[in-house]
């Protein structure tokens, strides 16, 4: 069975938890007083390592993909490169974000995709005010490990809404409601019923998938991408553990495929922000057991659909002051069908 494709034009990867952005004190754009580059892994090379690659750089996915749109002013921007990307070519003058026409300072970080491509995330240095008007630009300029870039330049704008008020410390295990939690896409709080996955602890957990209204009346941002932002977190953070469970109606046919519908975590604060990417379709492989039945499976896939089952994870990064918030995505990667769903639970932190 062939899966239908689609096309983003341009590059752009993944820009977390939004941040108000602070004019620069002269006119040059000097990067490094813009930007702080941070590489987790070997998906960002520092010169030209591939010269047998023709094709310039594109984006698999990325988040949020549609312009003129509404989206929470602590959503992350999330950019899936199809290649790794050369590091030198990331400039101020090649990765542009306002906030009202004002360039935004923050930290750019690289995390690697079970493929070895790269994933792009910024991270403003101030939040993101209601109602910004919000512009990212990704030039030609920006290029991939055999020193191309893609045809055009990629532009998202959009405004950004309130994010969350209500505080998320008493919430960790989804037993006190909505409280902390945002939904942005298709996600949901669920008790286990008529599921072939029970809540890890207590008497619920959340979930989000990459589908639309699989288990919501909300729709994947681009019909590709789901997140839950929790917070804020009014203490300091340097660590974090939770529990997930991995479902998707990739298995098995699509394992080792392009199709590599991928889970990120992402912590952000006052001091910066942390990614990590968590695991994915061609992470797990065919290591993964038959799901009886989830509300809205298997999506557009056959009749298999496969769970990892609960998965603790733990991340360990530097203190990210004292309001941070906690973010967890799920993406198609490729496609916008044969949806995957990530379920999680019982959060701890210090």
């Avoid at 921007?77 to 003058?93: G, H």
């Amino acid at each position: 069975m062939r899966k239908l494709t689609y096309s983003v034009m341009g590059i752009l990867s993944l820009a977390l938890f939004t941040v108000s952005c602070e004019k620069n004190d002269s006119d040059t754009k000097d990067s490094n007083s813009i930007y702080k580059i941070v590489n987790q892994g070997t998906a960002g090379v520092t010169e030209v390592t591939d010269n047998n690659d023709f094709e310039g750089l594109n984006i698999a996915q990325a988040i949020p993909s549609v312009s003129g749109e509404t989206y929470p002013a602590s959503m992350p921007i999330l950019f899936f490169f199809d290649d790794k990307i050369l590091l030198p070519s990331i400039t101020a003058d090649n990765f542009i974000v306002t906030e009202n026409e004002k360039v935004v300072k923050g930290t750019i970080s690289i995390n690697e995709q079970a493929n070895g491509y790269a994933i792009l995330s910024f991270i403003p240095k101030k939040k993101f005010a209601t109602n910004s008007a919000i512009k990212i630009v990704l030039t030609t300029d920006l290029h991939d490990d055999a020193g191309l870039g893609n045809n055009e330049d990629y532009v998202l704008e959009y405004t950004t809404s309130s994010a969350n008020s209500t505080g998320f410390s008493n919430n960790l295990g989804f037993e006190n409601g909505s409280n902390g939690v945002m939904f942005v896409g298709d996600g949901n709080l669920m008790d286990g019923t008529g599921s072939c996955v029970a809540p890890f602890g207590g008497n619920s957990f959340a979930s989000i998938t990459s589908g639309s209204q699989l288990i919501s009346t909300g729709t994947a941002i681009g019909g590709a991408t789901s997140m839950m932002i929790l917070g804020p977190i009014n203490s300091s953070v340097s660590s974090v553990s939770f529990n997930y469970n991995f479902l998707s109606a990739e298995f098995q046919e699509f394992v080792g495929s392009q199709y590599d519908d991928s889970f990120m975590a992402i912590v952000a604060g006052q001091n910066g922000a942390y990614a990590e990417f968590i695991t994915s379709v061609n992470t797990i492989g065919t290591v993964n057991t038959a799901c009886s039945s989830f509300p809205g499976m298997p999506d557009n896939g056959n009749s298999y659909f496969g769970t990892t089952g609960w998965v603790n994870k733990q991340m360990s990064f530097t203190n990210m002051g004292n309001e941070t918030y906690l973010i967890f995505l799920v993406t198609d990667v490729s496609d916008t069908i044969y949806s995957s769903i990530v379920c999680i639970d019982d959060i701890s932190y210090n």
